[in-house]
């Protein structure tokens, strides 16, 4: 049987700050649920790679992105950033 490989993930500040800040107790649990499968498949087909960047991706989570980079060698996920879809890009 083949062994998986379960990744780390890490919050970095600012998502940190957002999730602290989210008053919405639905929309919170959903995206730590999202953020927590990331560990088990870092890559899922709903991840989007992020142009013009080498290796951030970001996952849709109803009108909010999780944005995220994949650090293979560490095997870890690092969650860089989480907003609404209208001010994540700016």
Do not use: Q, W
Not at 29 to 46: C, F, G, K, Q, Y
């Amino acid at each position: 049987m083949p062994r998986v490989i379960r990744y780390r993930v890490a919050i970095e500040r600012r998502a940190e700050k957002f999730l602290a800040k989210l008053n919405d107790v639905r929309l919170k649990t959903r995206l730590l649920e999202a953020i927590d499968a990331l560990a088990d498949s870092p890559r899922p087909h709903v991840a989007k790679k992020m142009a013009g960047t080498e290796c951030r991706h970001r996952i849709r989570v109803g009108d909010y992105r999780i944005i995220y980079e994949i650090e293979a060698d560490a095997i870890l996920v690092l969650v860089v950033d989480i907003g609404h879809r209208r001010e994540i890009y700016t």
